[in-house]
Every structure is written in C-alpha cells, then in structure tokens.
C-alpha cells in the first residue's frame, strides 16, 4: 500500500490539431481559468501532493508562468518535457519525424520523476471533483510493488459533443468488474439518448450507457517497467511509420493480456467536459458556470 500522498501526472503537450491551436490554455472559467485549473483544484481537494506537467519545449513559455501564477505554493509542481528524441538505447530518431510519440510516451518521460503511486490524465479534460477522489482513494490502496492499477471510467453518453463525432475507448470488463479490454471506437455521436459508431465504414448503435476510458488512470511505478519493455517492442514498425503512436492503453492491454497485471473499472458519475470542436468552448463554458452556481467551484479558484 502507498503511504505517501499520490502524484498527478497532466499530459498537456498535445497539440490540440482539430481545435485549431493550443486548446490546453483557453480560458473557460469566469477569472479566466483553464480546464486544467479545475483539474489541479480537485487534485489538492482530493489529497494530491505534487502535480507533474508534461509538456513540449516550445510551449515552456507560455505554460509555466501562466501556472505558476495560479498555483505555486499551493502544491509542489515539477515539469517534464515530452521530446521526440527521448528513446531507448540503439534507437535514433528518424529525420523526418514531427508527430509527438504518443501518450505512452509522455509518461514514459516521467520515469525519472515519479517514484509513488500517482495518477494520470488529460489536460483539456474535465473530470469532476468525484472523479478525483475515486482515484485518490484507489491509489491509497495499490501495492507499489505490483502492477494492479485502477481507471475511472465515464459513462459513454456523459462524454459525447453536440457538435461531432468522436473517438471513444470503449471498456469491456470482466465479470468481477476488472478491465478486458478497451476497444477504440470512431464515429461516435448521440443518437438520441443512446448512440452510435462507425466500424468498417458501417453504422452501429450503443446503449450510450457503455464505460469509456478518458485517460483517467491509476499506476504505480511498475508501470514504467512495461513502458519500457513495450516502446522498445514497439519502435522497430514505429520508426518506419512517421504517423505511429505509441498509446497508454495498448501498454495497459499489453500488461492485461501476458497476466502480468489487472486493471480495476470504477465509474465515475461525473459529467465529462472538453473541447473537441471550437463550438464546444461554449458548452464547456456554460457547464463551468453551472457547476459554480450548485457550488461545486468558487467563483474564482
């Protein structure tokens, strides 16, 4: 069991591709908060001691002074950087590579960082205060020497966009409630209150009530030993492929499928915001507000 307070590993070097621009820092709150804030706000409610940013280079400057501003003193920060050139031995990168590696690859890049158990999610996600104290309580109760982790789940129709179709991981589980497999779905919009998918080019309906992976996710640091093992089975096909990613679920399914590991699937209540489109800021907006006026969030962090 770990008897030290849990990191928050935020990935927030994407590159925000469909929204236009660096969607990790347009202000959603009233005081020109950021999902993140809400993010790091819940960590320090829920017993977080140190959040770790994972971040690309060319954004340090805006980044950090913009979170320091809102957050130094209130919990220990650190930043790693997500570098395409950050590789296992006798493996160089290929010329023409541009594309981040992945979100296996940014928290691989904290290996040297993290040393307890800790948590991991998305910076342009918002989970919900619930959310973050499921995980804390889960990441109190995993052995640091195993590979047994946990995932906060969302119910598939509380993720969805008004505004287009998505991508979502949909979870299967066994029958004791650990994860079987996540099975990356496209396509995926409302239909009604259930919803619907596309595989192989064809139309195919959800109950809307499936568990979904937003890369909410519980680790100790086994899991750095599986990163390693699975970027460097994974580089020979990737460095030829200057699209490939390397992702945190194909190492979590790699860990499930040798039995080396298991995953426990809790569910999340919470309503999952974030900004897929640009019309979905509003949304985003609007359900911040909400969640003020019930008293879930100060007007100002």
């Not at 290996?111 to 800790?118: I, L, P």
Request: glycine share 10%; with cysteine.
């Amino acid at each position: 069991m770990s008897s030290t307070k849990p990191s928050l590993v935020i990935m927030a070097a994407g590159i925000g591709s469909r929204y236009g621009g660096l969607k990790q820092i347009e202000p959603v709150g009233p005081h020109g908060e950021i999902l993140m804030d809400y993010a790091i706000f819940d960590a320090i409610r829920a017993g977080f001691a140190e959040i770790v940013f994972v971040i690309r280079r060319e954004i340090e400057n805006d980044f950090r002074p913009m979170v320091e501003s809102r957050w130094k003193g209130r919990i220990t920060l650190s930043y790693v950087f997500q570098e395409l050139g950050d590789l296992p031995p006798g493996f160089a990168l290929p010329a023409d590579r541009t594309k981040p590696w992945g979100t296996g690859h940014a928290v691989y890049a904290c290996r040297k960082s993290v040393r307890g158990a800790f948590g991991v999610i998305n910076a342009d996600d918002f989970y919900g205060p619930s959310s973050f104290k499921l995980l804390s309580e889960r990441l109190a109760k995993l052995p640091l020497d195993q590979s047994d982790y946990t995932l906060i789940a969302f119910t598939l129709r509380n993720t969805l966009s008004p505004h287009g179709a998505v991508a979502r991981g949909v979870c299967t589980l066994t029958k004791d409630g650990y994860l079987n497999a996540i099975e990356e779905r496209a396509g995926v919009e409302l239909c009604g209150n259930a919803a619907q998918c596309v595989v192989n080019g064809k139309p195919m309906s959800l109950t809307g009530d499936e568990a979904v992976s937003m890369n909410l996710w519980g680790f100790t640091p086994t899991l750095f030993e599986h990163l390693d093992r699975e970027f460097a089975a994974f580089l020979p096909e990737g460095l030829a492929n200057p699209k490939s990613e390397f992702m945190l679920p194909a190492v979590v399914d790699s860990v499930i499928r040798r039995g080396i590991g298991k995953v426990d699937v809790v569910r999340s209540n919470e309503r999952w915001l974030g900004v897929t489109y640009p019309q979905d800021r509003e949304t985003v907006i609007e359900g911040v507000r909400a969640l003020i006026k019930k008293g879930q969030y100060p007007e100002a962090l």
